[in-house]
Nanobody, 115 residues
Framework: QVQLVESGGGLVQPGGSLRLSCAAS????????MGWYRQAPGKQRELVAR???????NYSDSVKGRFTISRDNAKKMVYLQMNSLKPEDTAVYYC?????????WGQGTQVTVSS
């Protein structure tokens, strides 16, 4: 099992930026493919970005070109740099393995994009 703690969310104006962090524990982190997910009110949780153990990345169409996922295996950290934020990016953001493991979900971090 991997324990995950997300941080870095907040309130930001449209067009602004935030950097989310995910601290992971567990010996398998360095070989695990990781993802950032989000869940907006009334909607299903969705994958927005994922990164392999060797840092190959993939993004959903809704965030491509605006978000960047990265990782530091030595620190057991995963990051999500979010630029050009839009109101529709408002959601609780979570990190998890990819595919997601039910028991690994953390509390998430709230991102609100509003003027």
């Amino acid at each position: 099992q991997v324990q995950l703690v997300e941080s870095g969310g907040g309130l930001v104006q449209p067009g602004g930026s935030l950097r989310l962090s995910c601290a992971a524990s567990g010996s398998i982190f360095s070989i695990a493919e990781m993802g950032w997910y989000r869940q907006a009110p009334g909607k299903q949780r969705e994958l927005v970005a994922r990164i392999t153990s060797r840092s190959s990345t993939n993004y959903s169409d809704s965030v491509k070109g605006r978000f960047t996922i990265s990782r530091d295996n030595a620190k057991k950290m995963v990051y999500l740099q979010m630029n050009s934020l839009k109101p529709e990016d408002t959601a609780v953001y979570y990190c998890n393995r990819y595919p997601a493991v039910y028991d690994d979900w953390g509390q998430g971090t709230q991102v609100t994009v509003s003027s």
